[in-house]
């Protein structure tokens, strides 16, 4: 039977909820689901997603961040965040609600190992360039991490808003955004890193051709939807193990505006296992 694996970022749960997440999920029945800013305590998340197993993984600052792993299948070992992985530095050393991972237990009696992050989007506005320093400390631990997972015989998907556009045919107006966090060389050098070094797939931008986009993100304000000027900043990321498994995957981006139920599109892919 195929894995069909589900990221989003619901720009808030309860929000993402009120505007029709319910009926989406209801339609795409995903047997994992990862979703990033859930932004939302663990009572509010356990009632939404009833009948789910999930790892959830709140931000310490109320209100912000946090990510989550829901599965049909139970889940096995959970681990959150990536204290190990590196010194705090500029990045705070308590939970930020970016990343957590757990292994799926599949039908066959293997695993899959399902990770949620949201990166930082950072900011190059004069006096926020600390926000950078803290987005580049995060990626080195992110870097390290998924060195371990990309070596490992387990399966294992990344997926999640990457705040990172990697080429040009990943946002509409790159040529006015050269000097925009998410799409700076120093973040895009992450990426490319990621699949030519330590071996991961893009599987958006494999099964999509050379673009332009689909986009995965717009802005709520004017007429980007509409006019379709986004970003492609939502992965999924195989890495050896997992990435020949995909037989497809898909943004579902809502017909129209008012069907948005998040500033994201979800991006859905099918596995064979």
Known sequence: MPLIV???NVNGIRAAARRGMQAWIDTRRPDVLLLQEVRAPDAVVHDLLDGWHVAHVESEAK??????????????????????????????????????????????????????????????????EHTMVAKYAYLEKVTARLAELA?????????????????????????????????????????????DE???????????????????WWSWRGKAFDNDAGWRIDYQLANPALAPACRKIEVDRAPTYAERWSDHAPVVATYEL
């Open 6 to 8: 589900a990221t989003a």
């Open 63 to 128: 209100g912000r961040a946090g990510v989550l792993v829901a599965s049909r299948l139970p889940l096995g070992a959970v681990r959150t965040g990536l204290a190990p992985y590196g010194p705090g530095g500029p990045e705070p050393v308590t939970d930020t609600g970016r990343w957590v991972e757990a292994d799926v237990a599949l039908p066959d009696g293997g695993v899959l190992t399902a990770v949620s992050t949201y990166l930082h989007s950072g900011s190059t506005k004069p006096g926020e």
């Open 151 to 195: 070596a490992a015989p387990t399966p294992s998907v990344v997926a999640g808003d990457l705040n990172i556009a990697h080429h040009n045919a990943d946002i509409k107006n790159w040529k006015g955004n050269v000097k925009s966090a998410g799409f700076l060389p120093e973040e895009r050098a992450y990426v490319t890193r990621w699949l």
């Open 198 to 216: 330590l071996g991961w797939a893009d599987l958006g931008r494999q099964h999509a051709g050379d673009g332009p986009g689909p986009y995965t």
